[in-house]
């Protein structure tokens, strides 16, 4: 009857929470469809700065007229690195136009049109940007008629140049306010006098000093008691030492997509498809890099260099053009065609004039190739000529000598002129770097090598072993689900455990495969313990949960399902108390070991011998301790220690009890030395530091006292 009754009770509790739900959604309705515009406007926002919002529209606008002038640039689409670097930089510039800009706007600092219009006219002190846009390709000089003439004919270019233009001046125009900005900044701090006499006090005295140290360690934990209350007022003491962001933890099982043996079957027959055509090509290395997965071609091998399964074949018994069986060589299939067989140099010594093809079109670096070549051949330098022309920023200084290297550590083109030609020989070759200039210093050793062309077959897994994975996994994700209690469950209480059900459910379902753990993941973080295109899962993540199991994500060569363990909030920037719990029980309970231990060494005796002998301690030693010492004797990082053993000043004086970062010191002087310090030189140092630092300390504190709301993470 008891049981009944409690029964009805929970039950009357949940089904009036669940009318009351219902009542509310109900009174609700018209409120939220007639408000929807109220809260469309911030679900679109990417962030906001001091309560003005970044549009997602407006953020991806400025991305993407950046990102077609670098496709435009560099003729190749963007990769996610680069995609997520410029994202990057876009946001950190509306973050400074938020604050640093927007400060500089209430202290009417500003950039006039003048001011920008004669940085980027200069011709005498060129701003780097407009260096790197409009030098001379010859002569690496700042071209000032070449900007005049592109100024004059702004209107008539392509949009998206003028877009670009834009964007270059905007960001001339800005680094000029941060200048200013940083100046004013500057002007305004200094070191008075008086500071720099104290830093030569500091400085100029140094003390010997004996100590004796309660390591908090010696002081078993169960001999102190820590409260809840213990921990959060250390919390509350301590608050400005927890700033960071929301973070997450995560258990995740990871399930490697690899080749099965119909992956080894279909690569094996492919090899033996194709190996009779690679047997007759014309050009046996083209074909090898056109239709395998090595794009080398063919190459000169020393017997070591070549796979064990093929070595022997082709030193010891292959023909010049014969071809080799399919073999195995761990996860790929390969046959060899041998192309030729030669005594050759061990190693090589050649210097090199490179003309890059970043730098020039091809034919204008086969042109200059072939003009230095006629110069060298007329008696011209190499060394001043390489100094002044080559563009291999490596070897360029040292007149283009690349010291000594084996053959396949270059290019192959490069490679075959360095190691057929003889001593002093001048040629030139090109490779996908560009045109090289090359003269042969010298060759060392020899051994027999062979040139051979590998048509080779990486083993990879098909759609059919992905397939097998990815069901695994979603097998796994569906069992893990299971300890999941219904709602009514968890009404009445249930399900308390669930991170340690689910956790316990993965080990046994992984069947000896680990599950493995992502600690304080943020919110904007880009990959998942190294894991490659992992920003999904972390998405999931800080829309999830407690206790939650996702469904499983598609990473590089492998899938992943994931559980929530646990939120570490935080509230205006700082981690919540019940995110750094264990941080501030262990505060707390430092805490407390150094009372007690105060206590106990304060009525330890009238000596430091005394002292010792009565807490069972040697007497340790640090010399020359002065205010600029970082460690204090073998105690390693103890500023309390050192400012204490400094300002007992005359020599034989004993220290009260001092908490430290290991232990409780009580320390003695044993020998004060003092040494002659400038002050003047002390005073400019410390100002000299002091200016250069402001500028990106006032940025940052800026920065500390704006409201930065960050929502990245919900659109990438």
């Not at 006039?112 to 980027?120: D, M, P, R, T």
């Not at 270059?410 to 075959?416: E, G």
Request: glycine share 8%.
């Amino acid at each position: 009857m008891v049981l009944l009754e409690r029964l009805r009770g929970k039950w009357a509790v949940g089904v009036g929470i669940v009318i009351g739900v219902a009542m509310l959604a109900f009174v609700l309705t018209d409120f939220l469809v007639s408000g929807r515009s109220l809260f469309a406007s911030s679900e679109m926002e990417v962030g906001s700065v001091n309560g003005d919002g970044i549009d997602y529209k407006q953020f991806m606008t400025r991305y993407e007229a950046r990102a077609n002038v670098q496709q435009a640039m560099s003729g190749q689409s963007l990769s996610e690195d680069a995609s997520e670097y410029l994202r990057e930089q876009i946001w950190q510039e509306y973050v400074r136009q938020g604050t640093l800009d927007a400060s500089c706007a209430q202290l009417g600092i500003a950039v006039s049109s003048e001011e920008l219009s004669s940085v980027i006219l200069s011709a005498d002190n060129p701003h780097p940007i407009m260096k790197q846009l409009f030098s001379n390709p010859e002569t690496g000089a700042f071209d000032r008629e070449t900007v005049l003439k592109f100024l004059q004919n702004l209107d008539n270019v392509q949009p998206a140049q003028r877009a670009y233009w834009l964007e270059v001046e905007g960001e001339i125009a800005s680094q000029l306010l941060q200048d200013k900005y940083r100046a004013a900044v500057s002007r305004g701090l200094g070191v008075t006098k008086m500071e720099g006499e104290l830093r030569a006090r500091l400085q100029s005295v140094r003390v010997d000093a004996a100590y004796v140290v309660k390591t908090y360690a010696s002081l078993p934990d169960s001999a102190v008691k820590v409260t809840e209350t213990d921990a959060k007022r250390y919390y509350e003491v301590h608050k400005k030492s927890y700033r960071q962001p929301e973070r997450r933890d995560l258990s995740y099982a990871q399930f490697e997509v690899k080749p099965g043996p119909i992956d080894f079957e279909r690569a094996e027959e492919w090899m033996k498809k194709y190996r009779d055509e690679f047997a007759t090509a014309e050009d046996a290395g083209k074909y090898a890099s056109e239709m395998g997965d090595d794009r080398s071609g063919a190459r000169w091998y020393s017997r070591g260099e070549l796979p064990v399964s093929l070595s022997g074949w082709a030193f010891d018994e292959a023909t010049v053009g014969e071809t080799s069986g399919v073999v195995s060589d761990g996860d790929s299939y390969e046959a060899a065609r041998l192309l030729a067989r030669r005594i050759m140099p061990d190693s090589a010594n050649v210097r090199h004039i490179l003309f890059s093809f970043q730098q020039h079109p091809a034919d204008r670096a086969r042109a200059l190739g072939d003009s230095v070549l006629r110069v060298l051949k007329s008696g011209g330098d190499f060394a001043t000529l390489a100094k002044e022309l080559s563009e291999d920023p490596g070897s360029a200084s040292q007149g283009g000598d690349l010291g000594w290297f084996a053959q396949n550590t270059m290019v192959k083109p490069f490679a075959d002129a360095s190691f057929s030609g003889a001593k002093g020989d001048l040629v030139v070759v090109e490779s996908n770097f560009g045109v090289h200039v090359i003269e042969v210093l010298g060759h060392r050793g020899s051994s027999e090598r062979v040139e051979v062309a590998m048509l080779k077959r990486l083993v990879q897994p098909g759609s059919e072993t992905y397939q097998a994975v990815f069901n695994e996994a979603s097998r796994f994700a569906a069992l893990a689900h299971q300890p999941r209690r219904s709602w009514i469950a968890r009404l009445f209480g249930a399900g308390k455990n669930r991170v340690q059900e689910v956790r316990s459910a993965m080990d046994t379902l992984l069947r000896g495969m680990t599950v493995q753990e992502a600690r304080d993941v943020e919110y904007n973080s880009r990959t998942l313990n190294g894991l490659q295109r992992s920003r999904e899962v972390i998405r999931w993540a800080f829309s999830a949960n407690v206790g939650d199991v996702s469904s499983v994500f598609e990473l590089d060569g492998s899938y992943v399902v994931a559980m929530l363990s646990r939120v570490k909030e935080s509230k205006d920037g700082y981690a919540s108390y019940e995110a750094v719990r264990e941080q501030a029980e262990a505060g707390a309970l430092r805490d407390k070991k150094a009372a007690q231990l105060v206590a106990s060494l304060a009525g330890g005796g009238n000596s430091l011998a005394e002292i010792a002998q009565a807490k069972g301690e040697g007497v340790q030693r640090a010399a020359s301790v002065s205010f600029t010492s970082y460690a204090f004797g073998n105690a390693g990082y103890e500023p309390s220690a050192i400012g204490t053993a400094v300002a007992l000043g005359k020599e034989g004086e004993i220290s009260v009890p001092v908490e430290g970062n290991n232990g409780v010191y009580v320390l003695q002087s044993e020998a004060v030395v003092t040494e002659a310090v400038d002050a003047e030189q002390l005073r400019d140092g410390a100002q000299q530091t002091l200016r250069m630092r402001s500028g990106y300390e006032a940025y940052e504190a800026l920065k500390l006292m704006s409201k930065v709301i960050d929502r990245r993470g919900k659109f990438f």
